[in-house]
C-alpha cells in the first residue's frame, strides 16, 4: 500500500523560507508524479505544482512561479517543497498528493498534510 | 485557468436520504474530472475519476456522471459517514484546478 508522510508543523517568520518534505513508500516513486496542494484555513484546494521523480522536471501554477521550488529524490523516495518569501497569507495546510496510476493527474494517495503558520 | 464553480455551497439531507452535487466548468474538460471527499482533520480521499468511474474501495453508493462543462455527483442513500465536504477537480488543462468544495450536512 502507497503511504505519503510528510514533514511535521512549521511556524515561520514573514519573509523567511519553509521547506517540507514528503516520504512515499510503497509503489514506484519515480513513475507517478507527486502534486503539491495547499489549503488555506476554511478554505478550498488549491493546486500549487508537481514533479515527476523519474525526470526531475517540475511545472508550477503561474501564481506560485518564482516563489515554489519541487524537487524529488529518487534514492530517498522524498519529494520536496520549498516555498519563499513567506506572507501571512501563506498560513496553510499542505499537502502532498500522488497522481493515480497510468492516468490523468487525479489523486489517489496523500500524505497527511504539514500545516505551515507564519507568524511574526 | 479553468473556473470550477460547485453548487450548492451547502446541502442538508437526511440519512438515507439521495444527495446530488453539482459542478461546472467555465469550458470544456472533457471528462477530465474527479471527486474528493474531506472530512474535518484529513486530507482529501479520490472518490471518481474520470467523471464516472469509481475509485478503489468507493462504495457503489457514490456514482459520477456528466462530460465537457457539466458534473454531477450522486450519493444514493446517505450513510452517517458521508457527512463531509466535496470537491471536484479538472485535470484537462493546466493549471489543474479545485472547485470551491459542497459541504454535505445532516438535516
Known amino acids: ?78 519529494a520536496y517543497m520549498e516555498l519563499r518569501s513567506l506572507r501571512f497569507e501563506d498560513t496553510a495546510m499542505y499537502y502532498c498528493a500522488r497522481d493515480r496510476d497510468g492516468g490523468r493527474p487525479s489523486f489517489d494517495f496523500w500524505g497527511q498534510g504539514t500545516l505551515v503558520t507564519v507568524s511574526s | 485557468e479553468i473556473v470550477m464553480t460547485q453548487s450548492p455551497a451547502t446541502l442538508s439531507v437526511s440519512p438515507g436520504e439521495r444527495a446530488t452535487l453539482s459542478c461546472r466548468a467555465s469550458q470544456s474538460v472533457s471528462s477530465n474530472l474527479a471527486w474528493y471527499q474531506q472530512k474535518p482533520g484529513q486530507a482529501p480521499r479520490l472518490l471518481i475519476y474520470d467523471a464516472s468511474t469509481r475509485a478503489t474501495g468507493i462504495p457503489a453508493r457514490f456514482s459520477g456522471s456528466g462530460s465537457e462543462t457539466e458534473f454531477a455527483l450522486t450519493i444514493s442513500s446517505l450513510q452517517s459517514e458521508d457527512f463531509a465536504v466535496y470537491y471536484c477537480q479538472q485535470y484537462n488543462h493546466w493549471p489543474l484546478t479545485f472547485g470551491g468544495g459542497t459541504k454535505v450536512e445532516i438535516k
Open chain 1, 1 to 78: 500500500q502507497v503511504q505519503l508522510v510528510q514533514s511535521g508543523a512549521e511556524v515561520k517568520k514573514p519573509g523567511s523560507s519553509v521547506k517540507v518534505s514528503c516520504k512515499a513508500s510503497g509503489g514506484t516513486f519515480s513513475r507517478n508524479a507527486i502534486n503539491w496542494v495547499r489549503q488555506a484555513p476554511g478554505q478550498g484546494l488549491e493546486w500549487m505544482g508537481r514533479i515527476m521523480p523519474i525526470f526531475g522536471r517540475a511545472n508550477y501554477a503561474q501564481k506560485f512561479q518564482g516563489k515554489i521550488t519541487i524537487t524529488a529524490d529518487i534514492s530517498t523516495t522524498t
